[in-house]
């Protein structure tokens, strides 16, 4: 114990080659920000390529770092793994997707600023240390970089007032949950005396608990399921996504939805399966019951929506409720389908809003159902783009969400839940419906709308990748599958 | 070329729809070039299936197998049988048609329409030879996306309500199916078909997954009381929607009896078949019915679908009763279940290109709209009254042959099936020869009947190609029966051989 405690406080600068990509992406923040400020207005997109640089870079660097095993640094409070570099390289990949998306949104709704693209590389950044921390604290300090982050993104459309609305509710709702987690941490901590995540595994796992002792710990992951639970936005603490993805700015909704799911399943992943994993029967309940409600509450609800920002804030919550369902089996491919799942999720919900961002034009918004009407006419290619989103968000193969949704289903049913597998399938053949819609728009009803929807070129280009990769991958989903087993 | 005709079958269709969608509506004629001259390669080469088929074996035959999603032991595993190879080259068939059918017609995104029917041939072929449950199934359920938006896009007024009522209804009905697949892996290991018949489960297990797959066919075939989408579906698709409707989709229903339910639920199958029975008895006494009192052509057309499908049923359940009295009998019902699948898809495409060729010219599908059209279109006349002929089951043509073998195997069942099964041949003379008498016969009460033109070249090839295979089939059906017997023979006793763990 002594020996290691004293390996845990030595500081070798070759450890700091594991935090290549954070302590380069703060870099550039800095750097970026500084050039921001002696930039003119007519020169802010030099901002949007020096982040896409600077993310790209830092891809890069974590993608380089694949495949060094486990390594702790900074006395045990941050981790390098082949999880965490995973990880990160989705999530740069998806940020670089979204920017990409953003460029035109931003343009027209005079949002194109530096703060802009700063605040997104600040949220990066949290969300990095969030998949990386060892420790409650740092989790809890990527946690909050990110929330903060998010909370003035939402709000950086000042002269709008529901985006203002979204803003404050997120903050205040965010930090009522942030204090839940910090509670539940807070009992953890108390009870075993460390905020190691490696040592609170050892500590939970432990013969020798006491009753009072294992009742604390209950309590505390009970705190931290609900913190969780709120950042991934499962019902019941669900109230604050169909509001906040209505009221933010569209290109702040698409990051929203997808970037920050993959740190917050990360951070369940550190904090419920490495560290508290031997409560795996505990948090399982708590899991299939916030699974259950969410896919019900996510498809019923849905089907009343006009609004498709808000419409797919409740398609979120259900496909939210499939990956608690991947991660209640308490299987390690379970646990693999559920990070599956995340992945396809995000590549499928990046999409969907691109296509959105489309139809926007100056002085227009589009928000709602009916502007998709005969986007078929007017753009065959880009309605062809949403009707594979939406199919294979409605789960219909060969499309990538139809994989996600029975490899889940798979290890639902091999874990003996048949009935939850029922339930589970009813309700997407419910939520089937309000992705018919969105077809049913764009395809079947007439417009008198006729004129083509134009958009730059490097937007198509990554609109129609994005697109052909949920066939592609729906195709030979073994690889990805691969990938999200090879982090466990 | 053996080992890789049935993906060639599957994925040229495909990918051919795709570059149909390339060539785009701007240049809608070279569309329907490409599309024509694919499905005409497609016809001939699924014709290699049959010169090269073994009729002396139930084993797999043309099988394709590679490993695809190695995690859960998913294969990409494909193999025809007598039951399956009949009905690939009926989809191949149909295609064709269906593509020479809209030519002219379809003058709203042509290019879209013929890409749609080109990737459902290669879907619904997929459909028929997978031989992995999941492979199956996401042929099964990719297959619904392009008949949505065929029903979508070129349909009648009341399209979007048909087609998400067609999909929705379709889905329902399938995820069961998929659930009870993954129940089956997970006991047995293997997602493949194959491996799934040999798979010993207990009565409770057997009744589970009989009813699960029993919703997914029965939603498809379509049997009281999961029929309602059909005529819904059928009145408001374009003309070559209905036909691969009619004669293809209904027939995977069929299919999956053949190849799921009976083999993979042998004790279920036997326990609830008298259930089943009933049920088909009301499909085809009762729909009968139903259809008699039509106003629409297509309605009506849809509701004897309904019923000619209930023989199939009919013939596929009534051979655990007839087995105890005769094996030949069981297995005369078996195969006539089948013939009945082959020959409704020639009858009911033929029916829906009838209706079709007269939608075209007066836009209209009210019986009381016509009257007389015999004298301004003999022509036309002719095939409508031998295609009206063959759906009730006249003698010499195909309708005949399978109702006929029908109702003998199910008099080793049981009388009174086979008399009520036989009731439909006078109930679908009336309700066919009442139609034809309205629209055909008798005096024109429409001018615009009068100035009707008769068919041209293409219709006249199109429903001269169907009356041939009617005909052909009903005088000698042998060629199709031999091909089938081997497998037919197979599963009958697959059938009959208890799971049940001692």
Do not use: C
């Not at chain 1, 009935?419 to 969105?438: H, K």
């Not at chain 2, 083999?263 to 326990?271: C, E, G, K, R, V």
């Not at chain 2, 009730?392 to 109702?407: C, D, K, R, W, Y």
């Amino acid at each position: 114990m002594s020996n290691t405690a004293q390996n845990l406080f030595q500081f070798d600068t070759s450890t700091l080659v594991f935090a290549l990509p954070e302590i380069f992406l703060l870099s550039s923040i800095v750097v970026i920000l500084l050039i921001d400020v002696f930039l003119k207005k007519s020169f802010k997109n030099i901002t949007y390529y020096l982040s896409q640089i600077a993310i790209f870079i830092t891809a890069l660097l974590s993608y380089n770092l694949i495949g060094n095993g486990e390594q702790i640094i900074f006395s045990g409070s941050f981790i390098h793994d082949d999880l965490a570099a995973i990880f990160k390289v989705a999530m740069m990949v998806a940020s670089i997707v979204v920017l990409v998306y953003s460029r035109t949104y931003l343009n027209i709704h005079n949002l194109f600023k530096g703060e802009y693209f700063v605040l997104v590389l600040l949220a990066i950044l949290g969300m990095m240390v969030m998949v990386s921390g060892y420790s409650l604290l740092t989790l809890y300090l990527g946690l909050e970089i990110l929330s903060l982050s998010l909370y003035t993104l939402i709000a950086i459309a000042r002269s709008r007032a529901n985006a203002v609305e979204a803003g404050l509710k997120y903050f205040v709702l965010g930090a009522i949950a942030s204090g839940l987690l910090l509670y539940g941490m807070s009992m953890i901590y108390g009870i075993n005396g460390s905020l190691n995540i490696a040592e609170i595994a050892q500590f939970a796992s432990g013969a020798s608990l006491e009753s009072s002792q294992q009742l604390i710990l209950n309590f505390g992951l009970v705190f931290i399921v609900i913190g969780v639970a709120f950042k991934l936005g499962a019902v019941p603490f669900h109230n604050w996504v169909p509001d906040v993805y209505q009221g933010s700015p569209t290109s702040v909704t698409m990051f929203l939805s997808s970037v920050p799911k993959i740190a917050a399943v990360a951070m369940l992943i550190r904090l419920l399966i490495e560290g508290l994993g031997s409560l795996q029967d505990y948090w399982s309940d708590l899991f299939i019951a916030l699974a259950i409600l969410s896919i019900g509450v996510g498809s019923l609800v849905a089907l009343m929506q006009s609004n498709i920002k808000r419409m797919l804030a409740y398609s979120t919550i259900s496909h939210i409720g499939f990956i608690l369902l991947g991660f209640a089996t308490g299987t390690m491919t379970g646990y693999g389908s559920a990070v599956f799942y995340v992945f396809t999720y995000v590549l499928m919900s990046i999409a969907a809003f691109g296509v959105i961002i489309l139809l926007n034009k100056k002085g227009f918004e589009s928000e709602f159902i009916s502007d998709f009407k005969g986007l078929g006419r007017r753009s065959p290619w880009f309605a062809l783009m949403m009707l594979i989103v939406m199919l294979s968000m409605a789960g219909i193969p060969p499309f990538i969400g139809f994989y996600s949704k029975f490899f889940i289903l798979q290890q639902v049913v091999n874990s003996g839940f048949i009935e939850l597998a029922i339930i589970a399938v009813i309700f997407a053949v419910i939520s089937a419906y309000y992705y018919l819609q969105i077809i049913k728009s764009m395809y079947f009803d007439e417009s008198d709308n006729t004129s083509p929807v134009s958009s730059p070129m490097d937007t198509q280009l990554v609109l129609s990748i994005n697109a052909v990769l949920i066939l592609a991958v729906g195709l030979f989903p073994n690889y990805w599958m691969n990938i999200a087993l090879s982090v466990f | 070329m053996e080992q890789v005709l049935l993906s060639l079958l599957i994925w040229m269709p495909i990918l051919g729809g795709f570059a149909t969608l390339i060539v785009g509506n701007q240049r809608a004629l070279s569309a329907k070039w490409v599309a024509l001259s694919l499905s005409l390669i497609v016809f001939i080469l699924s014709l290699g299936l049959y010169t090269g088929f073994d009729n002396t074996t139930h084993l797999m035959q043309f099988v394709e197998k590679s490993s695809w999603i190695s995690q859960f032991n998913i294969n990409y595993h494909l193999g025809v049988d007598g039951i399956s190879m009949p009905l690939i080259i009926l989809t191949t068939f149909s295609t064709i048609l269906v593509i020479i059918a809209g030519w002219e017609v379809i003058q709203n995104r042509p290019a879209h329409y013929m890409a749609a029917f080109l990737m459902m041939e290669g879907l619904i072929i997929g459909v028929f030879s997978a031989l992995d449950a999941i492979l199956y199934y996401v042929f099964w359920e990719a297959s619904l996306i392009p008949m949505l938006l065929i029903i979508g896009i070129w349909g009648g007024d009341n399209r979007i309500y048909a087609s998400i009522k067609f999909f929705l209804y379709t889905f329902i009905g399938s995820v069961f199916m998929l659930i009870s697949m993954i129940y089956m892996y997970n006991i047995g290991g293997s997602f493949g078909i194959l491996d799934m018949h040999a798979l010993s489960l207990t009565m409770t297990e057997q009744s589970w997954i009989f009813w699960a797959f029993f919703l997914a066919f029965a939603v498809k075939v379509p049997m009281f009381p999961v029929h309602t989408w059909l005529p819904d579906a059928h009145v408001q698709a374009p003309t070559g929607g209905s036909v691969i409707l009619a004669a293809i989709m209904l027939k995977m229903g069929g299919y999956g009896f053949f190849r799921f339910s009976l083999p993979i639920t042998p004790d279920a199958s036997l326990n609830f078949s008298d259930i089943v029975i009933v049920i088909s008895l009301i499909a085809i006494v009762y729909i009968g019915f139903v259809a008699l009192v039509q106003r629409d052509m297509k309605k009506l057309i849809a509701y004897s679908s309904i019923s000619h499908m209930g023989f199939v049923t009919l013939g596929l359940f009534a051979m655990f009763l007839a087995v105890k009295n005769s094996y030949e009998g069981a297995l005369l019902g078996l195969e006539g279940a089948m013939v009945q699948m082959i020959s409704h898809g020639f009858i009911s495409a033929a029916m829906f290109l009838v209706v079709g060729v007269l939608y075209d010219r007066l836009h209209s599908r009210e019986i009381s709209t016509y009257g007389g059209v015999i004298n301004s279109m003999p022509k036309f006349t002719g095939f409508a009254v031998l295609f009206a002929m063959a759906n009730a089951g006249l003698p010499a043509t195909s309708g005949f042959v399978g109702e006929f073998m029908v109702i003998l195997g199910a008099m080793q069942a049981n009388f009174w099936i086979s008399t009520l099964a036989a009731t439909t041949l006078i109930l679908g003379a009336a309700y066919t020869l009442w139609m034809v008498k309205r629209v055909f016969w008798g005096p024109i009460h429409n001018d615009a009947v009068k100035s009707l033109n008769d068919i041209n070249a293409r219709e006249f090839f199109i429903l001269g190609v169907l009356a041939l295979a009617v005909i052909i089939m009903g005088v000698y059906p042998q060629p199709v029966i031999e091909v089938m017997h081997s497998s037919i023979e197979h599963l009958l006793n697959q059938a009959l051989t208890s799971k049940l763990a001692i």
